[in-house]
């Protein structure tokens, strides 16, 4: 069965170091975003990615974050300067449709626990 | 904005035992209401959804109905196994500010089923 693959399982990372998290989507899906969540709160919203582009981002994310998909099959969200705030359980997710739509499932990765010391 | 607000956790069953897991939300419009589940080093799946008010999603024996009265989406199983042991996750499809949708998400509630 096709699953969401997330690279590393865990990253540890002194602060003010630049980060990539890297994710492989289900090969036919169009849509690919990313959650996280810090430990104990809540699973949160920060991107969502079609043709090339954003095309939703959340207040969190902000210019310290970007998202790329460098070639057909990665999907990356690299942070420029890691912020001990930044600690948190990281999320990637892909769907054939658009949330909200007809297609709206989303299948996720196991998620990268990134720890900013 | 919109949200979502579950109850904490642990919940700890004994086998077979009855599960209920609130789930209340608030929400701008009709959203789409979703029950993920995380099971120990796996990733989010999808449990069940529910698309419009009075459904109700079903899956592997657990049901939640959409209830818009009450702004609610509980999850019950009327017969709980070990293997049921995971975090579980309300979700929405949020209304964002474009008048697009994403998902939102609760703090998530960890049931321990035990022998």
């Known amino acids: 069965e096709p699953e969401v693959t997330q690279t590393p399982s865990h990253q540890v990372t002194q602060m003010g170091q630049e980060v990539i998290l890297r994710c492989v989507p289900i090969?036919?899906?169009?849509?690919f975003y990313w959650y996280r969540q810090i430990l104990g709160q809540k699973v949160e919203f920060l991107v969502s990615f079609y043709n090339n582009e954003i095309s939703e981002k959340s207040e969190i994310f902000d210019d310290q974050f970007s998202v790329e998909r460098p070639d057909g099959s990665n999907f990356t969200l690299k942070i420029r300067s890691t912020k001990l705030e930044d600690s948190a359980m990281y999320f990637c997710?892909?769907?054939?449709?658009?949330?909200?739509?007809?297609?709206?499932?989303?299948?996720f990765g196991p998620g990268t626990r990134l720890t900013v010391l | 904005g919109d949200s979502v607000t579950q109850m904490e956790g642990p919940v700890t069953l004994s086998e077979e035992a009855f599960l209920t897991i609130n789930c209340t939300y608030t929400a701008t419009g009709y959203p789409s209401l979703f029950w993920y589940v995380q099971y120990p080093g796996e990733g989010l799946q999808l449990l069940l959804k529910a698309t419009k008010a009075d459904d109700k999603g079903s899956n592997k024996g657990f049901e939640a109905t959409y209830r818009k009265e009450t702004t609610s989406f509980h999850l019950e199983k009327g017969s709980v196994q070990v293997s049921d042991s995971a975090v579980y996750f309300c979700?929405?499809?949020?209304?964002?500010?474009?008048?697009?949708?994403?998902?939102?998400f609760g703090s998530g509630t960890r049931l321990q089923v035990q022998p």
């Open positions: 090969s036919n899906h169009l849509y």
């Open positions: 997710a892909s769907s054939e449709g658009l949330a909200g739509g007809s297609y709206n499932e989303q299948f």
């Open positions: 979700a929405l499809s949020a209304l964002m500010d474009t008048g697009r949708r994403a998902l939102t």
